[in-house]
């Protein structure tokens, strides 16, 4: 048999493979109750779309027009808010059009649906996943990734722009990564910081291509909610924050820097330390990749700036963590593809496996309900990852010489006798 066949033949298992998962997916959504809707994420989505469709989405971002939407799917007190940009819930004003629990079970069936796929969409720029594609379903057992399909977030739809972005920076097409980038405002703290990163770099033409998509999606969400609509959602977002009570943050179920501060050091929320940090952090970030000479290979770069984003987000919350998926298959790519492993390489691998372990053993200790598991703690699993990607890459870019003899050795007079 040709070798040139067996990746092929690999992939189209991955394929059924894949396929066999989402029937399994379908399965397990025909069988979900309306009750235990009320309790996840996508309600908040689902009555985003409806108050669209039904034509308030000028005033999408006050509590009053949230608060009735809400009411009329679930009982008591609204605990979370749509909190996302208008043109995201523009376009999931289709599932508007089904009842909650079917729209529910196509939201379930597109994510775990990405996640069947993804080893095809990265299998041709990363060898490891072209070799062996079963790695690339790392994210079907990433507690994280499972959490955001459980919840109805958008996590997994956040790792399929970052990934494809990446993609495009492989291919030197820095506009169109941008570009790509800027749909990564569903979630835009993540964006700001990971864009920063990246242009740090020196990709001028990532940036603009970044401030292009992200001009185009403040227009179209301008159309959406009109001009005060985005006041209103910019005045929204500052309300959440500070306020108390329901429909809060809750700091401890971060995987953040500000997660971790109020996991450990009390019950007060950390802003202003924790900002303070995060603008730390980045900064050092940004110092050592300007130091750090360009990596012929950019799957350590990238890794790393992908993992400094979620420990200094001031948001990142554990669902959140699904974007790891893409680092620690390129870390793990990295490592494979040594011929021969030094310490750092060693543990690389060490951090790799204790950051997609230690939320499920975080789990298994606390009763098997995630938001009791102390996820602050995976904060300590990232900066570990984020620590030992740093060392590689400045090992990778100031090698050490070999010595062509041993320090301090004499040479011997030779014997003319």
């Not at 629990?101 to 796929?117: D, E, S």
Request: charged share 10%; glycine share 6%.
């Amino acid at each position: 048999m040709p070798n040139d066949t067996i990746p092929a033949m690999k992939m189209r298992g991955a394929v059924i493979v894949g396929f066999i998962l989402i029937e399994l997916c379908v399965g397990l959504g025909t069988k979900t109750d309306e009750a235990s809707l009320h309790t996840t994420d996508f309600v908040n989505f689902y009555a985003a779309a409806t108050i669209i469709h039904e034509g308030n989405a000028s005033t999408l971002y006050t509590r009053s027009t949230q608060d009735k939407a809400l009411s009329n799917l679930q009982q008591g007190n609204n605990w979370q808010y749509y909190l996302h940009p208008p043109f995201e819930a523009y376009t999931l004003v289709p599932l508007a059009h089904m009842p909650l629990q079917n729209a529910y079970r196509l939201w379930l069936v597109l994510n775990v649906g990405l996640l069947a796929i993804y080893p095809l969409l990265v299998a041709s720029s990363i060898a490891l996943i072209n070799r062996k594609p079963y790695w690339g379903w790392l994210g079907l057992i990433f507690l994280p990734a499972l959490t955001a399909v459980v919840l109805g977030q958008d996590s997994i739809l956040l790792l399929l722009v970052i990934t494809f972005s990446y993609l495009k920076l492989l291919r030197k097409q820095n506009f169109v990564a941008g570009l790509i980038l800027s749909l990564a405002t569903i979630k835009f703290q993540f964006l700001l910081l990971l864009s920063a990163l990246l242009f740090t770099s020196r990709r001028s033409f990532f940036l603009g291509g970044c401030l292009t998509g992200i001009a185009l999606l403040v227009i179209i969400s301008a159309m959406i909610t009109g001009p005060h609509g985005l006041v209103q959602y910019a005045q929204f977002l500052h309300d959440f924050d500070i306020h108390s009570g329901y429909g809060s943050l809750n700091p401890r179920v971060m995987v953040n820097l500000r997660g971790f501060l109020t996991g450990i050091i009390g019950s007060h929320d950390f802003r202003a330390w924790s900002l303070a940090g995060d603008i730390t952090l980045m900064i050092l970030g940004m110092m050592f990749l300007r130091a750090v000479p360009k990596l012929k290979d950019q799957n350590l770069f990238f890794a790393f700036c992908v993992a400094l984003t979620v420990i200094a987000s001031p948001y990142a919350h554990f669902p959140d963590m699904t974007i790891l998926i893409l680092p620690m298959l390129l870390a793990i790519d990295w490592v494979t593809s040594r011929q021969r492993w030094e310490i750092q390489e060693k543990f690389l691998i060490f951090s790799t496996a204790t950051l997609f372990c230690l939320p499920t053993i975080l789990i298994t200790f606390s009763g098997l309900y995630w938001w009791k598991s102390k996820v602050y703690l995976n904060f300590g699993a990232i900066f570990l990852f984020l620590f030992t990607l740093a060392w590689n890459m400045w090992t990778t870019s100031f090698p050490q010489p070999a010595s062509a003899s041993p320090p301090f050795a004499t040479q011997l007079p030779r014997d003319h006798s």
